[in-house]
């Protein structure tokens, strides 16, 4: 008998799609599908990203099916779970508060987001748990908004509210 993972909340959000995805190693496809659900999930489709309310507000059974069925299917090298620990390791704290550029860049780099002191865009990033950075994917940054210097107050934010989520999500 083959097991059946959990791909559906009780809000009505189904996972199959994501869970097909990464069960199959497709890993930008299957970062591509998490960013279409957590928009559809915080009900911002249309508006493209994500605010600091939306994340702190995101339903913890939908972070938990995502956060678990990345952290299964790359053997525990993706996450946010994952990513939550490196960025505490880094220096944030689990407050939701931003923890400032240093930081900022500290998780970045750890994460395999920036190279050299440069941000790397979406489309150059590593989509493989081989050749990837621990934590490098699900890359949630990518739905903060990012507009030019603001960046890093825009990715610390992001992070800090989700690492705060991911907290208050595990009570």
């Known amino acids: 008998m083959q097991e059946t993972p ?8 189904d996972y199959t799609q994501l869970n097909r995805l990464l069960k199959s190693g497709q890993w930008k496809a ?9 928009l559809a999930v915080a009900r911002q489709t249309q508006r493209g990203y994500l605010y600091e ?4 507000n995101f339903p913890c059974e939908d972070l938990r099916i995502i956060d678990g069925l990345w952290v299964k299917h790359s053997n525990g090298h993706f996450g946010f779970s994952v ?14 508060r931003y923890p400032g550029d ?22 150059d990033y590593t989509f493989s748990p081989r050749a990837a950075k621990e934590g490098h994917l699900p890359a949630l940054g990518r739905l903060g908004g990012w507009v030019g210097s603001s ?9 800090s509210s989700l690492v705060h989520r991911l907290v208050t999500c595990s009570k």
């Open 102 to 123: 240093t930081i900022v860049y500290r998780f970045a780099d750890e994460v395999g987001w920036r190279v050299g002191g440069s941000w790397r865009q979406w489309k």
């Open 30 to 38: 299957a970062d591509q599908e998490t960013a279409k659900m957590m």
């Open 6 to 13: 959990i791909v559906s909340s009780s809000s009505g959000f």
């Open 53 to 56: 309310d939306d994340i702190k």
């Open 151 to 159: 960046q890093n107050y825009i990715l610390g934010q992001t992070y």
């Open 83 to 96: 990513q939550k620990q490196i960025y505490i390791n880094c220096g944030g704290k689990p407050d939701g």
